[in-house]
């Protein structure tokens, strides 16, 4: 099972992310459990310099703006593909 975690205060493109994150795994059939991170020491953790982040499997995949459906279903797909 994968672990998605969104880095942010929780505003509206923190929850974008987040939606756009759900629709991806959920369409690739994959079964991933969301985290939302709001506080800094923990997003500051990940070599972030803005928000919304995300992060898979611990790997940071994007930060400071909101992705397409098509770039987190590749990075989905390159997670699942190194697990294996």
Known sequence: ML?????GS???????????ARKAASAMG????FIKVT???????YPIMATPGLV???????AGRIPSEAEVTT???DTEMEAA
Do not use: F, R
């Open 39 to 45: 506080d800094w020491a923990e997003i500051n953790k």
């Open 10 to 20: 929780g505003c509206e493109n923190c929850k974008k992310v987040e939606s756009i």
């Open 56 to 62: 898979v499997n611990e790997k940071l995949v994007c």
């Open 30 to 33: 994959m079964q991933a459990e």
């Open 3 to 7: 672990t998605i975690k969104v880095l």
């Open 75 to 77: 990075w989905l797909a």
